[in-house]
């Protein structure tokens, strides 16, 4: 029986459809090679979806090109797998003509930063109530193991054997420039958070991008080991939430304080609490996400996850939306035949 | 118009006694009745010429006369004073037959300085009037022009009857009880200049009266100014010696109903909007903007309150995307560019093709390849429409022959678009956009019925089983219960859509994909020749070359000549009967503004020798040259 038999048979209401994790997943194969960090970011999604209590018919998935970007396919939702870069741009389309729409893009560090660099920063500056879930692997994939815009300087590959020269991007540094009013990072193996991340971003209005480091373990394997692995995790990585000072460490004993403008790790022994900086996610000014942001890749700070801004901002179809009404308001609904026949007419 | 202004433009009618000599009578002039009359405007861009052709062309057209108009803009936006490359001109053709072109060469010309003399002298008629700015032929203007010496001393005069006039002084006289600056007064030129033309063709005031008092609103001052400027030039006209003639062109005969002015941008808006509310649907148009294609988008964006939301984007192939995206959601989907713009929104119409979604690709064609000359007009990417994507990717092409014909292909191509599930190429060109002619307006009711037909039905319901008539796929939009699905630009498996690589799969998808547009076939009512059926010779054409083709077809047949004039409406499919119609002529001639595309489609679907005649100049068809191209093949063959 589809969910649309059991609903009419049992009379839910349709408003609340209770869902499980199974109601999200297609009928097709994964085909992601088998220990992809893509497996679990399917399935943090999929888990999480019945809490948001949105009714599947009104979920999009779109996609551009990359492994990443077969995820529409095992979404047992609308889903749109689109051309390389390209979805941020389709996404807009879908959400201003059907704001009711649960819009989600799933792109990766290729697709979103390479070919789509574009429309990456334009969906940001936008701010449709969309979410987007950024897979960074540092590597491509699909097409065997070139670098990407993410890779660091130096990076073997088959199209760099002597060693990249390009210098890596930021995506969550990216983001803040461009605009972005949610911007946070989580890990493919740390569910709990991920799981709690992409709620915070369906929860915020406007567009939320989650950059989520992801292992490709066929052509960047481990890349990300160092954030994601038990023993080395809790000393490298801190871990940002709101209103909490940064404070990480196996023993919680270290903390972020600023040095001028320069961030450094303290043991708490050392300095009085009241010295380390304290999270605030929701500040206007996005001068201390830049400032976490900044904190990417640098061997003597720990890796920030977590969410680095959240802040309101009105939101484009919102504001199409209003053109639209005031615009019925102001002229009336538009009457066509007043419209072929408006400016200068003669009649012979 | 207030009291105060109504009084002094009395009394400047009266300085204007000034031209008339003291207690001269009026020297009776004399007055011709002519068929038809060719009107050019050139000058600086900041000359005023667009804003009095328009004036001309709104004013004969309701005088009752049939219009046909071709604004010639720079590419510069302001280009320096005085230069050549500033020059901008504005063409009008005004009859009492029936016309379908601006005009080969002009019976008028108005030069506002030596750089639009030198520039579009060439248009105008042996023999034609030619009235000059005399206060911009100074050394400095000369020199910008690139004339070594002053062009009004040499043969002109035995070439053309040339009225100089000095536009500037004689305004500023006009002005004298204003408190404009001197500068301001200037501005005011072109209205001088427009009256003195309205004098010479006994052109009615009254729609320009009322024009500069709703278009300088504002701006009082200017109200007053131009309508003395204006009445100025009339008066001068009708007292100076210099002009004997004025001509009287009668009302044309038109079909019954009411018209307005149309130029092919605005026509094309119109006609989306028609469409969107005919099937019921949001109008979604996504674009950036392009030259010569962004009227559309400005038109568009006015009408909110039809509840049409334009997406300005961030490049091309944002714009088409934002397009198919909506077109996924359930709008009527549409993006509008030129050459350049289709050739970046290539690999996402092709995205259409595969995920067959409704959506309507205007391109508004200008000169390439690369930017090519943006401002003047060509019919380069008809190759481009048919081929430009990669894999095997039919889609149907339309192209609007001329202004008041966009209207109508772009309706049908949103009709096609809706009804075969498939993108729609629209191909209009600079020639028909940015030209204006009278358009019947039809009534809603008259309107061909178009509708969007949702899938709802969850039961067996398949993303990808074909209607058996049409072939089209059902469109279901996100928000129905039941109807999750996926698509995307990987190969699909028929009818359920599912990814798939499988070797037959793919064959029959690409052949259930041409199959699908070969149907539109069946929507093309009997092609209309226009002549005979059979004869020497068939011209072809396709697009903004409707106007010279069919002129000069005409012409040649009243001459005598064994010709006839196609003109086609759908570049692809092609109308079923075509094949049989060009059986029936001896040759068969394809003229279009490129080196023969068409031709090529011609000549390998119907296996027929064609001859092709092309022209890549920028510029359209002069009726004159093709009727040589006529008589020439017609000789040939005899």
């Not at chain 1, 801004?309 to 009457?335: F, H, I, K, W």
């Not at chain 2, 009880?177 to 030129?189: F, G, P, R, V």
Request: charged residues 20%; hydrophobic residues 40%.
């Amino acid at each position: 029986m589809n969910l649309s038999e059991e609903k009419k048979s049992l009379h839910i209401p349709a408003a609340v459809p209770t869902t499980n994790k199974k109601d999200f997943e297609s009928d097709q194969d994964v085909r992601w090679c088998p220990g992809c960090g893509d497996y679990s970011i399917l399935s943090q999604t999929q888990r999480i979806l019945p809490e948001l209590g949105i009714p599947k018919e009104q979920l999009v998935f779109i996609s551009g090109i990359g492994c990443s970007s077969r995820f529409p396919y095992y979404m047992n939702t609308y889903g749109f797998h689109t051309i390389h870069g390209r979805a941020p741009a389709i996404a807009a389309g879908v959400k201003a003509t059907n704001p009711e729409l649960s819009v989600w893009v799933i792109t990766g560090d290729g697709d979103a930063l390479s070919i789509g660099g574009n429309h990456f920063l334009h969906m940001l500056r936008r701010n449709l109530d969309i979410n987007v879930l950024l897979f960074n692997n540092r590597i491509y994939g699909l097409t065997k193991g070139q670098y990407s815009p993410t890779s660091e300087v130096g990076k073997v590959t088959t199209s760099s054997p002597f060693g990249s020269l390009d210098r890596p991007l930021n995506p969550v540094e990216i983001a803040l420039s461009a605009g972005a009013t949610f911007v946070a990072r989580s890990l493919d193996r740390d569910t709990k958070h991920l799981q709690s991340i992409i709620k915070a971003a369906h929860e915020h209005k406007g567009t939320s991008f989650i950059e989520v480091y992801q292992n490709c373990n066929i052509y960047n394997n481990g890349a990300f080991f160092t954030y994601t692995e038990k023993a080395t995790k809790a000393d490298n990585t801190v871990v940002l939430e709101h209103g909490e000072q940064l404070v990480f460490g196996a023993k919680r004993d270290k903390g972020i304080r600023l040095n001028g403008f320069q961030p450094e790790v303290v043991y708490i022994d050392d300095t009085s609490d009241t010295d380390l900086i304290v999270h605030d996610q929701f500040a206007d000014d996005p001068t201390l996400a830049y400032f976490l942001s900044r904190m990417t890749d640098v061997p003597e700070h720990p890796l920030p996850i977590g969410i680095f801004r959240s802040v309101q901002c009105p939101c484009y179809e919102d504001m199409l939306t209003d053109q639209v009404q005031r615009a019925r308001q102001s002229n009336g609904d538009g009457n066509l035949e007043k419209l072929l026949n408006s400016g200068e007419t003669w009649v012979v | 118009m207030n009291v105060c202004v109504k009084r002094k433009i009395s009394v400047s009618i009266k300085v204007f006694g000034a031209f008339y000599e003291e207690g001269k009578e009026l020297m009776k002039k004399q007055r011709q009745t002519i068929g038809d009359a060719t009107i050019l405007f050139a000058g600086d861009s900041g000359d005023g010429a667009q804003t009095v052709g328009a004036q001309l062309t709104h004013t004969s057209a309701i005088a009752g006369n049939d219009v046909s108009t071709l604004p010639d803009y720079p590419a510069e936006i302001r280009a320096p004073a005085g230069s050549l490359a500033g020059v901008s001109g504005f063409q009008l053709h005004f009859s009492s037959k029936e016309i379908h072109t601006p005009g080969d060469l002009s019976d008028v010309l108005v030069a506002f300085n030596p750089a639009a003399l030198k520039i579009s002298l060439s248009r105008l008629k042996p023999n034609g009037i030619l009235i000059l700015n005399l206060d911009n032929f100074g050394q400095r203007n000369l020199k910008l022009a690139g004339y070594n010496e002053d062009p009004l001393e040499g043969e002109i005069r035995n070439k053309y009857q040339v009225f100089p006039v000095e536009l500037t002084r004689l305004t500023r006289d006009a002005l004298v009880e204003t408190n404009l600056s001197n500068k301001e007064k200037e501005l005011c030129k072109n209205f001088f200049a427009l009256g003195l033309v309205f004098w010479l063709y006994n052109r009615p005031m009254d729609y320009t009266l009322k024009w500069i008092e709703s278009k300088f609103a504002s701006k009082p001052k200017f109200i007053e100014a131009n309508i003395l400027a204006l009445k100025g030039g009339y008066a001068y006209a009708e007292a100076t010696e210099q002009i004997a003639v004025s001509y009287e062109v009668e009302s044309a005969k038109f079909s019954r109903g009411t018209y307005r002015n149309v130029t092919g941008n605005l026509g094309t808006a119109l006609g989306l909007i028609a469409a969107a509310q005919q099937a019921d649907l949001q109008l979604v148009y996504g674009s950036y903007p392009i030259t010569p294609a962004s009227d559309i988008l400005h038109e568009l964006a006015r009408y909110k309150n039809f509840g049409v939301k334009t997406l300005q984007m961030e490049d091309e192939i944002a714009a088409v995307c934002a397009a198919i995206g909506a077109a996924f959601s359930g709008a009527l989907a549409a993006t509008g560019t030129s050459g350049p713009g289709f050739a970046l929104k290539g690999e996402a119409i092709g995205l259409a093709v595969m995920t067959e979604l409704p959506l309507v690709v205007l391109n508004i064609q200008r000169a390439g390849p690369s930017t090519g000359m943006p401002t003047k007009t060509e019919q380069t990417d008809l190759l481009q429409a048919l081929y430009g994507r990669n894999g095997e990717s039919p889609i149907p092409v339309l192209a609007a022959s001329r202004p008041s014909d966009c209207f109508d292909t772009v309706y049908e191509a949103a009709k096609i678009a809706l009804k075969y599930m498939t993108p729609v190429v629209f191909l209009s060109d600079g020639y028909v956009a940015n030209g204006a002619e009278p358009w019947l307006i039809p009534a809603v009711s008259d309107l061909p019925t178009i509708s969007a037909d949702f899938a709802t039905d969850p039961d067996r319901f398949l993303p990808y089983q074909r209607d058996p008539e049409t072939g089209r796929r059902p469109w279901a939009v996100p928000g129905t219960v039941g109807l999750e699905h996926r698509i995307g630009g990987l190969e699909k498996s028929d009818l359920t859509g599912d990814i798939s690589y499988d070797p037959e799969n793919h064959e029959k998808m690409s052949y259930l994909r041409a199959q699908k547009v070969a149907n539109i076939a069946n929507e093309i009512p009997r092609t209309d020749v226009f002549g005979s059926d059979s004869g020497d010779l068939l011209v072809i054409g396709w697009g903004g070359t409707y106007g010279a083709l069919r002129t000069a077809v005409s012409n040649q047949r009243n001459a005598g000549a064994s010709v006839s004039h196609l003109h086609l409406r759908f570049l692809n499919p092609l109308p079923n009967d075509l094949s049989s119609i060009i059986q029936n002529f001896e040759r068969v001639m394809i003229a279009e503004l490129n080196l023969g595309q068409l031709n090529k489609i011609v000549r390998s679907e119907y296996l027929v020798d064609t001859i092709a005649y092309n022209k890549i100049q920028g510029q359209p068809f002069q009726v004159t040259e093709v009727e040589t191209k006529i008589e020439e093949v017609l000789t040939v063959e005899n």
